[in-house]
């Protein structure tokens, strides 16, 4: 049995993994795609502490080997289960994998929400993509759009501007709302284009996706065309699995209590996949510092 099960290894999940392992008590990390995270899919991230630029995959790496020097291991697998025994608990992963742990922080992250269009399902991966780092090499010198506009998608957009003929960028709200700094480069470059207060409401195409119906404010609609579509229009939580032992808000984020504590006692949140203002690298791994710290206090009995 491990002392500590942490369910995700993004930035929080790793960092709750090197403050849980340094206090000596033995800790699996449990990670179902990408140890790291959503930093993965950033080519450039200038805002962690201690790095003016780094490639979120570098850093992905380092906190891995971090981790893994303070004696954490990692196991990859889907956690699909979690149950409360009070004094243990067990997790059970889609791989028939079942561990079991004195106490278990969940730090599932957010993944990428989509449009709720028709065929969307069908089109993932025949012209849509959520990630630029990942499929941006595809489109290299074609058109495509990003819908979005705040941080992800235009950090996604910049690298995208960089590798295609033609970039739009199409956004709901009359405005973009992501970094200043970033929109200033975008804004700069003579193959992107903006167009904001539109709706994507249809998508064309036969076994690819070719093109979109966009909706203008007043209702005036347009068919544009392009080679793919890149969607970055926010996260969603993944905390289903766990619902019946930790409260969520009315988006599936967990509401959490002072020191990361949820209403079971033994089991700790930490990250983007919590009720917070702020869900970047440095908050989720504050959290995850936080919750490791709580864990411990749980385990030696004096929380
Ligand atoms: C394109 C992009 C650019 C960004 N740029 C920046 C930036 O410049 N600066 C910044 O500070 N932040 C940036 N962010 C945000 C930052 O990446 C997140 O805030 C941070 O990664 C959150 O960390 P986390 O550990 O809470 O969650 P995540 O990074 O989402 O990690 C959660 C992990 O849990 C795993 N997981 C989920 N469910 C399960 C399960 N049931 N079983 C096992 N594993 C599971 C996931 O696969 C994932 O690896 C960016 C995000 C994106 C998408």
Redesign the pocket.
Known sequence: MYDIII????????TAAVYAARAEKSVLV??????????T??PS????PGFTQIA?TEFADRLVEQAMAQGAEIEF????SLTDHGSYKTVE?DLGDSFEAKAVII?????HRHLGLEREEEFIGNGISF???CDGAFYKGQKVVMVGGG??AL??AVMLSDLAAELVILQDLPFLTGEKKVQDILLAKDNVKVITGVHVVKLLGEDTLTGAVIEKNGGITEEITFDGMFV?VG?EP?NE?FSGLIELDERGYAITEAGMKTKTPGIFM????RVKKI??????AA??AEAALSAIDYLEGSL
């Open positions: 369910i995700g290894g993004g930035p929080a999940g790793l449990l990670e179902k795609e990408t140890a790291g995270g959503q930093i899919q950033s991230v200038e805002n962690i979120g697998g889907e956690v699909i992963t730090a599932t992250g957010a993944k990630c630029a780092v941080n992800s950090v996604e970055a996260t993944q699995a930490a990250g983007d996949c869900r970047q690298v440095a908050t989720a959290d995850g």
